[in-house]
């Protein structure tokens, strides 16, 4: 009997964020070992010769879905002029940006502004919209940029599929105070998108805390328990380059991440939890 495996997407985000990240996500995409990747065309970076060395990988059998990485975080700087708030001309910080949105202090005009120009910018350098959005740092599940978000996912991209970040039920750690927190943040989410006629991932994984301690190799199969037909995992695979650490703080860890999914001990574990990587083309997102 033909052993029936369950399809999953492993999407690495933060594509365009610098050369060394996108080299190694395209290197990983080349040899089958991710097929999704997430962006960010906010990013200072990211140009059209980086767009068009990604899409060539797609230019045969399509190897991996591309998605929109929607930016509002600093240390990023919106694409559309007149953006607010900012501090010294960037978006705000994370968190600083969770309180207002959580408060409802942002503009909802300038929001619709900075997320359409950053999603015509994905249609203007790969010629089609996106086959996928979400958030950089999961802003787009804040409250009051969600709306926004999935009115212009709709409208913009209307056959795209948007990230949830709610866990499956069975295999989620409750001590994980990100993962929880994501789920909250999800429920509303996934209701509006719903309601819009918008199909999302069934369940997310791949939350951990981005310690020195970090072995990625053990954590990532409690990232498969559980995770069912259609699921989506996040991960932040790349090599470290001058340009990623004047820019962000997630650095040596996207190399251990890359040296596993780049592994022999990698398919095993897929093997083992009767895990494939889903094809691009495949429909397995749902409106549930």
């Known amino acids: 009997m033909q052993t029936a495996y369950r399809r999953i997407w492993l999407c690495a985000d933060d594509y365009g964020i610098s050369p060394g990240v996108n080299a190694g996500i395209r290197e990983l995409i080349a040899r089958g070992r991710i097929n999704a990747t997430s962006i960010m065309v906010a990013a200072p970076l990211f140009n059209r010769r980086e767009a068009a060395a990604l899409d060539s990988l797609n230019s045969g059998e399509k190897r991996a879905a591309l998605g929109l990485h929607v930016t509002l975080s600093a240390p990023f700087k919106p694409l559309s002029t007149n953006f607010a708030p900012l501090r010294e001309g960037r978006f705000l910080p994370h968190s600083n940006m969770l309180r207002v949105a959580t408060a409802r202090r942002l503009l909802s005009e300038l929001l619709r502004i900075e997320i359409a120009t950053q999603l015509r910018s994905f249609i203007d350098v790969f010629g089609r919209p996106p086959n996928f959005l979400d958030g950089h740092q999961h802003v787009h599940l804040f409250p009051q940029i969600r709306d926004v978000f999935l009115r212009i996912a709709a409208q913009g991209a ?29 429920i509303g989410f996934r209701r509006k998108a719903k309601r819009l006629g918008i199909a999302a991932n069934p369940a997310f994984a791949g939350t951990y805390n981005f310690s020195s301690r970090a072995d990625f190799a053990k954590i990532f199969p409690r990232f498969l328990s559980g995770l069912p037909d259609g699921g989506l995992i996040m991960c932040h695979p790349g090599f470290v380059d001058a340009e990623l650490k004047a820019i962000d703080s997630l650095t040596t860890l996207r190399e251990h991440e890359f040296a596993f999914f780049n592994s022999d001990s990698f398919l095993k574990v897929m093997a083992d939890h009767g895990v494939v990587l889903a094809r691009p083309t495949s429909e397995i997102v749902r409106i549930d």
Do not use: F
Not at 165 to 178: E, F, I, M, N, P
């Open 158 to 186: 209307p056959n795209a599929w948007v990230r949830q970040c709610g866990g499956a039920r069975h295999g989620r750690r409750w001590h994980d105070h990100k993962a929880l927190t994501l789920d909250i943040l999800s």
